[in-house]
């Protein structure tokens, strides 16, 4: 057997290197992707208003806007975090509602089981604030890719807290 020298030895640690790169780009990170106040805006109603007919007012038509479009928001009750696919299923997105000044913000959103073997995962909460914090109730939504190892195919729970929210089938 011969050993590698020289310009091969270069060329297999290259492709090497080279696959690690495109393996760990199909596998996002647990972090967030993006995190603001408020809702997410729903991808149909980001459809309706891309091509709406706009009036002397400068907004859209109401016959532009099926009913069936609309999704309605989540009433603020403050029991459960509201959570729901983004991007036909790439994102995840998880909404808390709570102070403006001092939002909880999920860090990391960790698989817990795998789909067919449970579909689950777990936002990771930073520890409570120690400062003072305004008394109003808002949304704040944080983004997440959704994880390598769960699928869109089966319902997925979602553990915020001590809170369980089920997010229904893509």
């Known amino acids: 057997m011969t050993s590698l020298t020289g310009p091969r030895r270069l060329l297999v640690a290259g492709l090497a290197i080279a696959s690690a790169l495109v393996l760990t780009g199909c596998n996002p990170g647990s972090g967030a992707v993006e995190d603001f106040p408020g809702l997410p805006v729903a991808e149909e109603e980001a459809e309706g208003e891309a091509g709406g007919e706009e009036t002397d ?31 036909d299923g790439g994102k995840l997105a998880i909404t808390i509602w709570g102070s403006s000044t001092c939002p909880v913000v999920p860090t990391e959103l960790n698989v817990v089981a795998e789909a067919g073997e449970g579909n689950a ?50």
Not at 60 to 72: A, G, R, Y
């Open 121 to 170: 995962v777990e936002a990771v909460l930073p520890e409570p604030e120690t400062r003072p914090c305004t008394a109003d109730f808002v949304p704040h939504t944080t983004v997440f890719w959704t994880p390598v190892y769960t699928t869109t195919t089966e319902p997925l729970e979602v553990t915020v807290g001590d809170q369980v929210v089920t997010v229904p089938i893509k």
């Open 57 to 87: 007012l400068g907004g859209s038509t109401e016959e532009e806007t099926d009913e069936e479009d609309v999704v309605d928001a989540p009433e603020p009750t403050g029991d459960e975090p509201y959570v729901q696919y983004l991007d």
